[in-house]
């Protein structure tokens, strides 16, 4: 398997544009995660999907983003309108649900280097 | 709610030196604990993670950590450190989703 595939590696947008990252995770994985890292914050969780439901969205910094799962294969996090203190690392993860949820470590995406400009 | 506190923010060392990257974590639950390495410009990798059994987890790349349920700690430990170790290390947490530290940058030198 490829692992986690994210695309763009890098995006550069201007104020008020609607950006779309798109991520594909690992074949047959159930779980899937939307991170987000900049220095002052570090690592937040997003969103994240469980069989393509989105289960959380509380780190979901406010309404212009939003986030999809239309099937197994695919997912996209859309920021409308883009605003500069968005720029940041986008990380996309997968990981698969053995017994007890968490017990399995996740999958990373090479991530998607936004700058809002 | 589960949380990770990484102490230190960046640990300088020479190179074969040994090193520990020390991580505290709070949960309610039973937990499982991991280490992430994170080199520039790459997404994270783990290292290794405990899950239940042996309270010493060894991991890839020589690194072993050690499970301290009285002390709420997983602290991460190499013997003998290299230059291509200099990268960002993560600890975190998971119940259903995972938690993350604020990370430490471990700088090899030579």
């Known amino acids: 398997d490829a692992g986690v595939i994210q695309s763009p590696r890098h995006e550069v947008t201007e104020m008020g544009q609607e950006v779309t990252l798109r991520c594909k995770p690992i074949?047959?994985?159930?779980?899937l995660f939307w991170y987000r890292q900049t220095m002052m914050r570090g690592l937040e969780l997003l969103i994240y999907f469980n069989n393509n439901v989105p289960i959380d969205d509380s780190g979901m910094p406010e309404d212009r983003f939003s986030a999809k799962m239309p099937n197994a294969s695919f997912s996209t996090l859309k920021i409308q309108p883009s605003e500069p203190r968005d720029s940041a690392v986008y990380f996309c993860?997968?990981?698969?649900?053995?017994?007890?949820?968490?017990?399995?470590?996740?999958?990373f995406g090479q991530g998607t280097r936004l700058t809002v400009v | 709610a589960q949380s990770v506190t990484q102490l230190d923010s960046q640990v300088p060392v020479f190179e074969e030196a040994p090193v520990e990257l020390r991580c505290n974590y709070s949960?309610?639950?039973?937990?499982?604990l991991f280490w992430y390495v994170q080199y520039p410009n790459q997404g994270l990798q783990l290292l290794l993670k405990y899950l239940s059994g042996s309270t010493l987890v060894k991991g890839i790349n020589g690194f072993e950590a050690e499970f301290n349920k009285s002390q709420t700690s997983f602290h991460l430990r190499k013997p003998s450190v290299h230059i291509s170790d200099t990268a960002e290390y993560f600890c975190?947490?998971?119940?259903?989703?995972?938690?993350f530290g604020s990370g430490t940058r471990l700088l090899v030198r030579p």
């Open positions: 949960s309610s639950v039973s937990v499982y």
């Open positions: 074949s047959g994985h159930d779980y």
């Open positions: 993860a997968s990981s698969l649900e053995r017994g007890r949820p968490g017990n399995t470590e996740a999958f």
């Open positions: 975190a947490v998971s119940d259903y989703k995972l938690i």
